[in-house]
């Protein structure tokens, strides 16, 4: 099995060689490169081609939020995780909709932040807990804002009782294998139910139904 090759992204040398020094003790991970900005952690994902980018939000010369645009742009299979101690709900939606695979705070633990690393390079969307829960109380704001006769979006799109469940699990950002055992189903099963919801949701993954979630829960 290859080993997961990283750049890491961040202003401050002793977060950035920390988790090097972290990182490249796993048998599956690889630091081949490091940015102390956002423009140099383009050029790196450009020329390196790298399975995921830890990005930073607060950088010099390019903040981490239009790092994380232009990678996508041009090194589309790369994966880009948030990496910030900020919990700002514009970072949150921002970062989503430029293509994010999920966000990760640097004072996590270390072995949940390995474990994480691994399943965004896997192409699983990850969110902290915390995160989930700034996203989940802006949500929340928005369905607060309609007017009393008016009714939720959600309930226009006809889902299912079992798709309405599992839409709002996915914004509170749990991952397949915990909403099924939330709701005591198959992942497989999970995995069909979220399928007809980026359908009817007109997404084509889970960032993109989070953000659209936002304006219909």
Do not use: W
Not at 97 to 113: E, H, I, T, V
Not at 121 to 150: C, I, K, W
């Amino acid at each position: 099995m290859n080993a997961i090759r990283l750049v890491i992204a961040d202003d401050q040398m002793l977060t950035r060689e920390g988790l090097r020094t972290i990182l490249d003790l796993e048998d599956d991970m690889n630091v081949v490169g490091t940015a102390s900005n956002g423009l140099e952690a383009c050029e790196l994902a450009e020329a390196l081609r790298p399975d995921l980018v830890l990005m930073d939000v607060q950088m010099p010369k390019m903040d981490g939020i239009e790092a994380l645009k232009r990678i996508k742009q041009s090194s589309p299979g790369t994966a880009v995780l948030i990496l910030t101690t900020f919990m700002d709900d514009d970072y949150i939606i921002e970062g989503l909709a430029g293509g994010a695979s999920g966000y990760m705070l640097k004072d996590m633990d270390p072995d949940r932040m390995i474990a994480l690393i691994r399943d965004a390079a896997h192409d699983q969307f990850v969110l902290p807990n915390a995160v989930a829960a700034r996203l989940a109380a802006r949500v929340s704001r928005t369905s607060e804002s309609y007017d009393a006769g008016h009714q939720p979006s959600l309930g226009r799109m006809k889902l299912t009782e079992r798709e309405k469940e599992i839409a709002r699990l996915i914004v509170r950002g749990l991952n397949n294998r915990e909403i099924a055992e939330a709701l005591y189903i198959g992942e497989g099963t999970v995995r069909n139910y979220i399928s007809n919801l980026y359908r009817k949701l007109d997404v084509v993954d889970r960032a993109q139904a989070i953000l659209r979630l936002q304006s219909l829960i």
